[in-house]
């Protein structure tokens, strides 16, 4: 973890940047300073989310500043974040029309699919993906199951860290100290 400065963490659709288990991921990898970061449409006060480029360029915008304050790249910077904060990581993470080096990216309870829609995956952008990449979800997470996500895991060019939460749906709910340390034990072998 010597090469990495911080830590830029997204929250998903539903919550903002103070959600319990963003600060639980942030009071666990200190004193590596991790900021946690809502997308415009929060700051704004309204509840449903921008559409993808406008959240994309929010990713890019934060972890810039981020990079910005320290004095450093933002290669030397892991994104991330739960849900859609995890899947607009990757998004920006693998473009390469317009590329944006990071360290890695922190994919916790990543948004596959939409329930009960398991034919609308969003996986589009996985072969682009380069970077070291972890997985944290739960087996029973209704946005994506162990086997989808497996065969998801598929496209990406660089073989994922893939953490189970036995019995955790979507939310994880209670199990934001093991996400946690996940997080971290991962990051101490980047």
Known sequence: MTNIKAVVLFPGSGSSADHPSLRTIEDHLAPLPTFRCDFDYRKAGKSFPDRAPVLLAAVRREVRGVADALGCSTKEIVIGGRSMGGRMCS??????????????????????HPPKKPDSLRTEHFPRLSVPLLFVSGTKDEFGSPSEL????????????????????????RRDADVARAISDWLAGL
């Open 91 to 112: 998004m920006v993470a693998s473009d390469v029309d317009d590329p944006f080096d990071v360290a890695g990216v922190v994919c916790v309870s990543y948004p596959l």
């Open 150 to 173: 497996e065969n998801a895991f598929a496209l990406l060019r660089v073989p994922p860290t893939v953490v189970w939460m036995d019995g955790a749906r979507h939310d994880l709910a």
